[in-house]
């Protein structure tokens, strides 16, 4: 197997798109949201009572994308979005970036591993766009079903994971994969069970091979380097940033 640099230009470049398709898709569920709630406003005024329009609680969709929350108060945004999200074509997007996404692995990885970097990615994306969709109208068709005829990836993730944990030939770019999902919020069958993920984030810690910190960083004090979600906003500045996640492998061994 080659160097796998180039891969996680691809994977990063795979989740900063469906990121930004999240906050693009959560702003204009919000936006449609307070639409509802001005126009039940306005009825209500006209029988002849006053009625505020009051903001949603915000729930863990909005959390993680605060960006979104903002972005729903734009008006030029509110009206090329008067319907709300289009999980349609969300779901064709999301679609096709996996497509892609597996024709650059299949560019470097044999069959076989291509399937293990994938399948949690899939997964991941799908409990990703499941999240912003929560209260929607249309529902999310999971895109594992479509590519692995299964509706269970939150299980299937850890049963994946561990099979991959049991054998000692794994690529580590398997590992850095599932770590990353991890990193990046994926909990599956685990919601709620932080010590769960702690638990099998160190468990894959100890498969990524730890590489030499360069002779020019000799003797200076770093602090120790964890591997943590890059903000879309950081690939949008420059390509550089897209390297980010592969130099803190490089550099995980700071923190052993």
Known sequence: MGSTTALWFAIEEAF???DELCVQARAAELALERKKREEAAVRALGKGR??????????????RYPRAVELA????????????????????????RLV?????????LPEHEVHYVLFPIVVHFDELVRLVSRGATTRWEPLQSELYDVDNGGELFYARLEERLRQAETPPIVFEVFY???????????????????????RLDVRIPKKPVEEA?????????????????????AIAAIAGL??????????S
Request: glycine share 8%; proline share 4%; hydrophobic share 40%.
């Open 246 to 255: 592969y130099a803190v492998f490089t550099w995980l061994g700071r923190a």
């Open 217 to 237: 960083d000799e003797g200076a004090e770093g602090a120790p380097v964890e591997l943590v979600r890059f903000p879309v906003q950081y690939y949008a500045v």
């Open 180 to 202: 990353f999902c991890l990193s990046d919020g994926f909990r599956g069958m685990y919601q709620g069970d932080e010590k769960k993920i702690a638990e099998y984030k160190a």
């Open 50 to 63: 006053a009625a505020a329009v009051e903001e949603a609680p915000r729930g863990e969709q909005d959390r």
């Open 73 to 96: 108060k734009d008006l030029a945004f509110q009206e090329a979005n008067p319907d709300g999200a289009d999980f349609v074509k969300l779901r064709a997007r999301v679609r096709q």
């Open 100 to 108: 892609w996404l597996k024709t650059q692995l299949s560019g470097t």
């Open 16 to 18: 900063a798109e469906v």
